[in-house]
């Protein structure tokens, strides 16, 4: 999508963009009581695509949205929970937002701490601020290019280091066989670390908790907000098959899946030519 003009009498894009970030850590704040006085007791149910759905989910997708629209009225809005399935989302706007209500809604059903908020804020497509309330630990974690990554008060950064068999990555199982039989020699010389939760693995490896994070079967709106903060720390992200997500032209709640690793760019790498058969890891 072109980067679109900017109108006379306009803000200065620095201005603009400051404005979303404050009021999208607001919008975000206001809803933690609420989310953590349902965690554990809320009822769910089951989406066709097999995947768990609260109340909860609606009403932070429309309690956070109704808060930006006030302020951004023309900017765009995406949800998986918000938007009808039949409808795509042509983003036409500068801004746009992109909420995943709670990331990791299976543990946040069952009563285990590894779930969050997650909203991420992009510009001409690019995700260029997220958000990622980490419930497990009662923290804010934020950050965009430019702007670095804060996890609650504390600078962070991804891990830079060569890896080595101590290292850490996170992923979400199950895995398709082929997927399996690939990554398999990565499975067997590091320490692998399964969370339940795109978005908190991508937090984690952005503040330098993991080395990075590999995903074959999660949607765009579980890493919008993840993908801005790999950045701001320093990570790379790198895309196992197909054409990258981003920039986003377009959002409907049947987008396919995003495949693909981010964090330490030495272990992106790695895990590049293990997923080729370049090498062995």
Same mark, same amino acid.
């Given at each position: 999508?072109?980067?679109? #003009?900017?109108?006379?009498?306009? #803000?200065?894009?620095?201005?603009?963009? &400051?404005? +979303?970030?404050?009021? $999208?850590?607001?919008?975000?704040?206001?809803?933690?009581?609420?989310?953590?006085?349902?965690?554990?007791?809320?009822?769910?149910?089951?989406?066709?695509?097999?995947?768990?759905?609260?109340?909860?989910?609606?009403? =932070?997708?429309? #309690?956070?949205?109704?808060?930006?629209?006030?302020? %951004?009225?023309?900017?765009?809005?995406?949800?998986?929970?918000?938007?009808?399935?039949?409808?795509?989302?042509?983003?036409?706007?500068?801004?746009?937002?992109?909420?995943?209500?709670?990331? $990791?809604?299976?543990?946040? @059903?069952?009563?285990?701490?590894?779930?969050? =908020?997650?909203?991420?804020? *992009? &510009?001409?497509?690019?995700?260029?601020?997220?958000? =990622?309330?980490?419930? @497990? &630990?009662?923290?804010?974690?934020?950050?965009?290019?430019?702007?670095?990554? *804060?996890?609650?008060?504390?600078?962070?950064?991804?891990?830079?280091?060569?890896?080595?068999?101590?290292?850490?990555?996170?992923?979400?199982? !199950?895995?398709? !066989?082929?997927?399996?039989?690939?990554?398999?020699?990565?499975?067997?010389?590091?320490?692998? +670390?399964? %969370?339940?939760?795109? @978005?908190?693995?991508?937090?984690?490896? @952005?503040?330098? #908790?993991?080395?990075?994070?590999?995903?074959? +079967?999660?949607?765009?709106?579980?890493?919008?907000?993840? %993908?801005? *903060?790999?950045?701001?720390?320093? $990570?790379? =992200?790198?895309?196992?098959?197909?054409?990258?997500?981003?920039?986003?032209?377009?959002?409907?709640?049947?987008?396919?899946?995003?495949?693909?690793?981010?964090?330490? !760019?030495?272990?992106?790498?790695?895990?590049?030519?293990?997923?080729?058969?370049?090498?062995?890891?």
């Amino acid at each position: 999508m072109k980067p679109q #003009k900017r109108k006379p009498g306009r #803000k200065p894009v620095a201005s603009e963009l &400051r404005h +979303r970030i404050n009021a $999208g850590r607001v919008a975000v704040k206001n809803q933690i009581a609420f989310f953590e006085s349902q965690f554990g007791q809320v009822e769910s149910q089951w989406k066709e695509d097999e995947t768990r759905v609260t109340f909860v989910d609606f009403a =932070i997708s429309e #309690k956070v949205f109704t808060e930006l629209r006030r302020s %951004f009225p023309h900017d765009d809005y995406c949800s998986e929970e918000s938007n009808p399935e039949d409808e795509v989302v042509q983003l036409e706007a500068e801004y746009a937002w992109i909420i995943d209500p709670i990331d $990791g809604t299976n543990n946040y @059903a069952l009563g285990i701490p590894m779930c969050s =908020i997650s909203l991420a804020l *992009l &510009r001409n497509g690019e995700p260029v601020y997220g958000y =990622i309330y980490d419930y @497990a &630990r009662h923290t804010l974690i934020e950050g965009g290019e430019g702007e670095g990554v *804060l996890d609650g008060t504390r600078k962070a950064r991804v891990i830079t280091t060569e890896p080595t068999a101590q290292s850490h990555f996170a992923t979400n199982f !199950p895995f398709a !066989p082929e997927d399996l039989t690939r990554v398999r020699p990565l499975l067997e010389h590091f320490r692998v +670390r399964s %969370f339940g939760s795109a @978005a908190m693995n991508l937090a984690y490896t @952005a503040v330098g #908790k993991l080395e990075a994070c590999v995903d074959f +079967r999660v949607k765009l709106w579980d890493v919008a907000a993840g %993908f801005a *903060l790999i950045k701001a720390g320093g $990570g790379e =992200i790198a895309y196992l098959d197909g054409e990258p997500m981003f920039p986003l032209s377009a959002f409907h709640v049947h987008m396919p899946p995003v495949r693909y690793v981010a964090g330490n !760019p030495a272990f992106c790498r790695r895990v590049l030519e293990v997923y080729r058969g370049e090498t062995q890891a």
